[in-house]
């Protein structure tokens, strides 16, 4: 019934015409995120009765889909059940994982306790207030604040938007990076979507910036505008011998791109603690639960 196909560049238009009507929460549901994880995830979809169903795995290698887009009142319990009976021919482990609070609550509306329904912690996406960010204001952020001033006044630096010119500098960079750190596991996967980004930067909606200090590249970072009240960060790297460089980095492609979106996304930690660690000492207003369908 369900023929899946690989996502490719060329359904980039497909995939905005379900995905922007929409103001979802979360950084799954973007064009550019999916394309750049295609592979390692092996994202595949479908177009059924107008709703777009989206195949993925997961970095466990368990398949689900996403919450599918389109859908209506009158139909989901129909996608729901015949998704399911998918799920049980092709024995995947979970019918859905990405799910919304929202998509959660129909799913209990129309099942009941059929499904369990569990909270996926460790995709839980970081909110973030743009204003925050950018003025570092209040006790919490006051380290933050003296990383980002010791970075300006200590070092001879520039800020460049990321273009034809200098993603060979930006990919060297990335490489090496991954290499100082084994590149393996999440980090091999992570190079991918990074040349992924770099190498359809002008097929992709995405704004990137990087920092070049004492005229060698030293950090760059990749985002989009989701919408009207949200920005995400897919992609954000900066060299950890220079003090203060991730606090600049942070706050100057904020100030200068997305001053006027009210949220910053900055996607999930994974369940990885030095990354949990650091999301959180930016204070985010808000944690966007995830939940797994089973």
């Not at 070049?212 to 790297?237: C, L, Q, W």
């Not at 991730?246 to 369940?271: C, M, T, W």
Request: glycine share 4%.
């Amino acid at each position: 019934m369900f023929e899946f196909k690989p996502l490719g560049l060329e359904d980039k238009n497909i995939f905005n015409k379900y995905l922007k009507p929409y103001n979802f929460k979360t950084s799954e549901y973007s064009f550019t995120n999916l394309f750049i994880w295609r592979k390692a995830l092996d994202i595949q979809y479908t177009i059924f009765k107008d709703i777009l169903i989206i195949k993925k795995k997961g970095f466990d290698e368990d398949y689900h889909f996403m919450q599918p887009i389109g859908y209506t009142k009158d139909n989901l319990k129909e996608i729901v059940e015949l998704l399911d009976s998918y799920r049980n021919k092709n024995n995947m482990k979970y019918l859905f994982k990405d799910t919304e609070a929202d998509f959660v609550q129909e799913i209990k509306s129309i099942f009941g306790n059929t499904y369990n329904i569990e909270e996926d912690r460790d995709n839980f996406d970081y909110i973030y207030e743009s204003s925050k960010l950018i003025s570092l204001s209040g006790k919490k952020l006051h380290s933050k604040k003296n990383h980002y001033n010791n970075f300006i006044k200590n070092n001879r630096y520039e800020t460049v938007e990321i273009n034809n010119k200098i993603i060979e500098d930006c990919m060297k960079t990335a490489c090496d990076w991954c290499k100082i750190n084994e590149c393996k596991g999440y980090l091999k996967y992570e190079l991918k979507a990074i040349q992924e980004l770099l190498l359809h930067n002008e097929e992709l909606d995405f704004i990137g910036m990087a920092v070049y200090v004492d005229e060698e590249i030293s950090a760059f970072t990749i985002g989009e505008k989701m919408n009207e009240n949200m920005a995400i960060i897919h992609i954000e790297k900066a060299s950890t011998e220079i003090n203060g460089l991730y606090a600049f980095v942070n706050r100057a492609f904020i100030e200068k791109h997305f001053s006027n979106i009210p949220y910053i996304n900055r996607e999930q930690d994974l369940g990885k603690e030095g990354l949990r660690k650091a999301k959180l000492s930016y204070q985010p207003i808000k944690l966007e639960p995830k939940f797994i369908v089973s």
